[in-house]
């Protein structure tokens, strides 16, 4: 838990590498659920929601549930914790935690736990003897212990993008279904701990046949006026585009902890129960009376007779016993005064209170928006973490982008991608990137040493899964064992790095394109030389040499002596598929725009679709779209972070999780340095605002959007002052106070400034609490125009202005928040202040669309997918290698698919999946209902015809996660309105079954797949 330090006003408020493994797990003899028998007759197996118990109808039910809150990293890295080391940061020890739990629930069989983290629980399982793990499996088949949630991690809800959210959960389900078949399967979700829920969340969990949710972080208003007007628990409609989204959703009353007074754990200093009945020390009574008041008061907040209340905390149980046998006692002693109390206690979890209340057949309030941004008291509003760590958030998204190709070439490239060394690297970056979206990794609200534990974790990741892309490369393009390529990738393009480009006199390009469309792209190489760049059929593609931006080549830390940039435009890329570029010196070639910057007096830059102006201060001052002119201006800004004691709320520090400006912005720079690029290509503008911020804005031919590249840091702090870095976009866009968020890339959901839907909002800090989430996309609109701004990474952004967009881009504060990480937010590398770069795209213009092409909210879709996961560009070595050898011995274009899936559908996964010729593959619709007359509607993909060169064996599809077959799946129906519930959906429905026999060939209509507007769709496919 992340503590709150302001004592007294906490229960007012309240009260109203080593774990990556080799793969063991992969081995599975079926495509999907594999039933292991162990002697044990299925019919026997009381897990799930056969295995509660059975509340009593005249009384208040009181559900106790034993869990422990054991984050994947926050104070201690993930090893530190699972073995309990560095006990000068925090004493915990998640081995001891799973051993104590199964010790004490061997020895009482009434005792029930929940287990969330499967990171943690796998890396476990694995050192258990075959005894100990035959004993778990027996606890989990009669539902005493118990999984909840169940992805990798317990995952961030506000910077975590839904592909690497569904890909988390996959992994996470894949292997509790392969080691404990459906008895290991979730049936709730468990976000105790996240800062914000997103409706994308909620959506994702019902799509993966979740019955319902339980968090316990919501705004201090919302959650006082939910607990008096007993709506703490409702019907979450997650999605305006999907069928079947909604999801019973419950708020916990007390955080995740056990009831003031009742933690009995080896970290608490609670009494514990003294029943000896001649001791001096008995305090039965009166704890009795102490748990009886403490229910009396929680039963007048919600709506049924059965109440759930968490017994456990961050990583309690590591004395299983000293927890259970109190509350043994308590449930003993509490029951012994039935009679009077009409109060029944027993162990259960959140599944089985779900089934409760599902059985209650009461009447449920709904919710359609989003509990963001999260606040705890009128002056923490947790949105700083938006924005916190820019450069772990992008390397995230690399490692994702990086997931998706090495995903697809060990399917696609290794004839045996299920040889346990492939498997091993490709799992894994699977569980880098799973654990990276833990709730303090994604979010930057971890210590730095943790920080840094997460980067190395997904370098070495990358490295591995490396090994794969190279081998399927080689596979794929080499048509002769003697002559072959060593594929690597450039991880530090960033800023211009590239030991291939800037050393060698020839080299080969290779771009992997994983989306299922025919994409180009601008590839970027900083060059000592002259290079003519040749196409496989000889062609020359059009090139420019631009200069590196000074304040890029002139970091401290770069070491490259390259000042140029060699740019080529890489058109007719396949789809699921690459195409290399022979690439060789030529001193004496000079491209058709190989000439130094213009003088700083052009004051436009543009290309067939829009055009820039730039006033004469250097800013972005308008834009022509169309051929009409509008205001379009662009700049940088800070907050001074509040710096406080964090004695009382109104002097809270500004820290990793909480944004509070202490003031007004102030600007960065008045009068720019600028420098004009101008070429066929790419036209530039490099501004800079002062020594520590600048930026290329750059528009290529052929888009219609235009790129900024900001470079921020080292933020100086010699004033004492820390800073929180923004950048505005400024319009004339009329937008009445109302715009725009993605909700973890997918639907987008409107904000309304200082306005909340469910509650009067009164705003102390009105730019903190203005903030919300941006994973993708930010945008803003009246009735004729829309400006959108994607970005690369998740940040923080809000309109603070009508027709003003503002993202924060970086942070550095000098003071801790006290929400328990304990250090300030104050990252430095090299010896400085960290410096960040990334990107944003702009896309501006009418909102209408002209005959035949896309509206702008469709572009966006196109583009936000692009950003995502463009082409990897893969470098080769080749010296020794003439251009006619190259065309001779490989194989320089391949593509997977026959034909290009329409643009509104992407290839969301495509990856091995239990067996070499067995794959999961996802389809998704790109855009939600009504954002375009013609892609959003639905759209049919011909398998037949994109995967002609796949003999398909059969085809069927699961739900969202993969680990259910679709037709298998039913979840509990819970209702707004007074009609009863349908008999017979609550116990059973979902039982595993043995596998089926194998079906016959697919119908040609099981090869035609109809996605809706936001639909995706999971299918395990079977080759032959």
């Known amino acids: 838990m992340k503590r709150f330090c302001l004592v007294g ?28 028998d162990y002697g044990r007759n299925l019919k026997e197996s009381k897990c799930g929601y056969e295995s509660c118990p059975t509340p009593k109808r005249d009384m208040l039910n009181v559900h106790l549930v034993p869990h422990s809150h054991d984050d994947v990293g926050w104070l201690k890295t993930v090893d530190q914790y699972y073995y309990g080391s560095k006990t000068n940061h925090q004493r915990a020890g998640v081995q ?27 890396k476990w399982w694995d050192e258990q003897t075959a005894s100990r793990q035959a004993e778990v499996r027996d606890l989990i088949e009669q539902g005493r212990l118990s999984f909840v949630g169940g992805a990798w991690s317990m995952n961030d809800e506000a910077a975590a993008h839904y592909q690497s959210l569904i890909d988390q959960f996959s992994w996470g389900l894949r292997l509790l279904n392969d080691t404990f078949g459906d008895c290991g399967r979730p049936r709730t979700g468990w976000q105790i701990d996240p800062f914000g829920h997103s409706k994308e969340q909620a959506s994702l969990f019902a799509q993966m046949g979740y019955d319902g949710m339980f968090f316990a972080r919501l705004d201090w208003r919302d959650k006082n006026k939910r607990l008096s007007e007993k709506t703490a628990e409702m019907i979450w409609k997650a999605s305006t585009n999907l069928d079947d989204s909604e999801l019973f959703t419950s708020v916990l009353y007390n955080h995740y902890s056990a009831p003031p007074g009742f933690c009995f754990d080896v970290l608490c200093s609670d009494e514990p129960f003294i029943d000896g009945a001649f001791s001096a020390e008995n305090n039965v009574r009166e704890r009795v009376d102490a748990f009886l008041y403490f229910v009396g008061n929680m039963s007048t907040k919600y709506r049924s007779n059965n109440l759930l209340i968490t017994m456990g905390d961050d990583f309690n149980y590591m004395d299983a016993n000293m927890n259970f046998k109190n509350m043994d006692k308590l449930i003993k002693y509490t029951n012994a005064r039935q009679q009077d109390t009409r109060v029944n206690v027993f162990y259960s979890t959140p599944t089985c209170y779900l089934k409760a209340l599902h059985d209650a057949q009461l009447n449920w309030p709904a919710k359609t928006d989003d509990f963001f941004p999260y606040a705890s008291d009128p002056h923490a509003y947790w949105t700083g973490y938006f924005t916190s760590r820019p450069t772990s958030k992008r390397y995230e998204r690399i490692g994702n982008h990086f997931l998706q190709v090495c995903k697809q070439l060990t399917a696609l490239g290794l004839s045996r991608s299920d040889d346990v060394t492939f498997q091993d690297n490709l799992t894994y970056l699977r569980e880098a990137i799973g654990v990276m979206q833990h709730h303090d990794a994604i979010t930057g609200t971890e210590k730095q040493h943790v920080a840094d534990d997460y980067a190395r974790m997904i370098y070495t990741a990358l490295e591995a899964c490396g090994r794969n892309t190279e081998a399927a490369l080689t596979n794929l393009a080499s048509r002769c064992d003697a002559v072959q390529l060593h594929y690597q990738s450039c991880h530090q393009l960033n800023i211009s790095v590239c030991e291939m480009s800037e050393t060698r006199q020839t080299f080969v390009v290779t771009l992997y394109n994983p989306l299922a469309h025919v994409s180009r792209q601008y590839v970027r190489l900083p060059i000592n030389s002259r290079y003519t760049v040749n196409d496989p059929e000889g062609r020359k593609p059009r090139s420019q040499v631009v200069p590196i931006p000074s304040p890029v080549s002139e970091l401290k830390f770069r070491k490259s002596l390259a000042q140029d940039e060699l740019v080529f435009l890489a058109e007719e890329i396949p789809p699921m598929g690459y195409k290399s570029f022979y690439v060789t010196e030529n001193k004496d070639f000079r491209t058709e725009n190989d000439e130094k910057p213009n003088p700083p007096d ?58 509070r400006p202490n003031g007004t912005e102030s600007p960065i720079g008045s009068k720019l340095q600028i420098t004009v690029v101008r070429g066929d290509l790419v036209q530039e503008v490099h501004q800079v605002f002062n020594e520590w911020v600048s930026q290329v804005i750059r528009v290529y031919q052929g888009e219609q959007h235009v790129e900024f590249e900001w470079l921020v840091g080292p933020i100086p702090i010699e004033d004492g002052k820390g800073k929180e870095i923004v950048t505005r976009y400024y319009s004339d866009i009329a937008s009445k106070g109302v715009f725009w968020t993605d909700s973890n890339g997918r639907e987008m959901i409107r904000r309304v400034r ?27 609109e009246d009735e004729k125009l829309r400006m959108a701004v994607l970005n690369d990474r998740a940040q923080g952004g809000t309109s603070l202005q009508d027709g003003v967009l503002e993202l924060m881009v970086h942070r550095r504060l000098l003071r801790d928040d006290a929400f328990g990480v304990g250090e300030a937010l104050n990252e430095t590398a090299y010896g400085d202040g960290l410096v960040a770069r990334g990107k944003h795209y702009l896309l501006f213009g009418p909102k209408a669309s002209k005959p035949k092409t896309e509206t702008q909210q469709a572009r966006e879709r196109f583009l936000q997918n692009q950003v995502l996961t463009p082409p990897w560009l893969f470098v080769a070595h080749a010296s020794d290698l003439s251009f006619d050898s190259w065309t001779t011995n490989f ?13 509104n559908v992407n290839l969301l996964t495509f990856e091995p999946w239990k067996g070499p010729k067995n794959f999961l593959i996802r389809f998704e619709h790109l855009l939600e209902k009504g954002e375009d007359p013609r892609y959003s509607q639905p759209v049919t993909v ?17 739900t969202l996660a993969g680990n259910q077959w ?43 797949i109809t996605l809706k507007p936001m639909e995706i769709k999971t299918f395990v496919v079977e080759t032959s």
């Open 891 to 903: 194989h320089n274009t391949y593509s997977a698919l026959s034909v290009s899936l329409p643009p």
């Open 754 to 780: 200082d306005h909340r839907e469910t509650w009067d909002l009164e705003l102390v800090e009105p730019v903190a609490g203005n903030y919300y989430p941006v994973t993708t996309n930010i945008a803003l």
């Open 96 to 122: 001891y935690i799973l051993d104590s739990v199964v010790d004490a629930l061997l020895h009482n069989p009434e005792r029930k736990f929940i287990y969330v983290e499967s990171a943690f629980f796998f």
């Open 942 to 958: 011909d398998l037949r015809k994109a995967f002609a060169s796949f003999s398909i064996k059969s085809i069927r599809e699961t």
């Open 966 to 1008: 679709k037709a298998d799946s039913t979840r509990l129906k819970f209702f707004f309105d007074p009609q009863p519930a349908p008999v017979g959906t609550s116990v059973g429905e979902n039982a595993a079954l043995p596998p089926p026999p194998p079906p016959p060939p697919p119908a040609a209509n099981e090869l035609e």
């Open 602 to 659: 052009v004051t436009s830059i543009g290309n067939e679709y829009l055009t820039l102006g730039f006033n004469d201060n250097g800013y972005l001052s308008t834009i022509t779209v169309e051929g009409q002119f509008y205001r379009l201006q662009q700049d940088f800004l800070f907050y001074e972070g509040a710096y406080g004691n964090n004695e009382v709320f109104e002097n809270r520090s500004s820290g990793a999780y909480i944004l």
């Open 9 to 36: 006003l906490l229960l007012a408020i309240l009260a109203s590498e080593g774990y990556c493994r080799p793969g063991p797990h992969y081995q599975g003899s079926g495509i999907l659920v594999q039933r292991h």
